[in-house]
């Protein structure tokens, strides 16, 4: 049986390049074509390498996994080790699924001529069928992670909160926001945005009355004391989002903040960002958590 080298190389860029595609569009990250295009190449190249034998640590698990950090890394530059597990995770299960696929339609077509070689299954079957099999595992991956996504209910977006700052308990219903990423960027603790009219209790209303004025740096109305006792707790917390780039919240460090759902109460650490307008006409809910918290 011939086996024509740039078919094989034609074969595994394509599924390398449909992988990662499918791997940036689960995360939802701007990815960059011509990354996944060099770090496609590169998982092709390995394989032309490994089936022709030059190195002989083709099966090695070591390189196996070097090697995905690699094309995970090129394709998507994550910022931290945190961010790069994560993205090397998803780049599994997606190729775990269209692995899957492709075995299933192998075994549907049943080609003639297939062997496998340090590793690699290699065949005759048409390109058209890696083509097939690459549409379709897309097609599930995305199926499948909506259906996930669409598993939590409206009932489980919102729970109740209580929230303890300066011996004062406030107790308000907060909603999941899956959107709602924010962390105070020096401690990486997660923020909680909590309506200022909440907080008239355990923070002074000469704070709360003038969010704008402290985030720009204006203390004129702000007491000495009250500088002096809470001026330095004080977080600035930046966010973005629809219609407002770069914008700041202000924030302070809870003692806690404990989640209430059905099954348990759970503490945790989080810095209270302080919104000075209301979340809903109706008064659903007064807090937003996101989902790093549950």
Partial sequence: ????????????????????????????????HLRIIFASLLGAIYTIIAYMGVFQVYSSL??????????VYIAFNPQNIKKMWKYLLI??????????????????????????????????YPLKTVMLAAVIAFIIIIAAF???????SRKDMFCNIEIKINDFIIKTKAMLDTGNMLKEPITNTPVVVVEHTLLYECIPK??????????GGDLTDI?????????????????????KQNGMLLGIKAEY?????????TKKEAIIGIYNKSLTKKGEYRALMGIELI
């Fill in 1 to 32: 049986m011939t086996i024509y080298v740039d078919i094989v190389l034609l074969e595994n860029f394509i599924m390398n390049y449909i992988i990662l595609f499918t791997t940036g569009i689960i995360l939802k990250v701007k990815h960059k």
């Fill in 62 to 71: 070591l390189l196996k996994i070097i090697l995905s950090i690699l094309i």
């Fill in 91 to 124: 780049f599994y299960l997606a190729s775990f699924a269209f692995g899957g696929v492709a075995f299933a339609l192998i075994y549907i077509i049943k080609p003639q001529d297939i062997i496998m070689k340090n590793g690699l299954f290699l065949g005759t």
């Fill in 146 to 152: 909506s259906i996930v996504k669409n598993k939590i």
């Fill in 206 to 215: 000469e704070i709360l009355n003038n969010l704008e004025k402290i985030i």
């Fill in 223 to 243: 007491p000495d004391q009250i500088k002096d006792n809470y001026i330095s707790k004080l977080k600035l917390i930046p966010f973005s989002s629809l219609g």
């Fill in 257 to 265: 903040i404990k989640i209430i759902t059905e099954e348990e109460k």
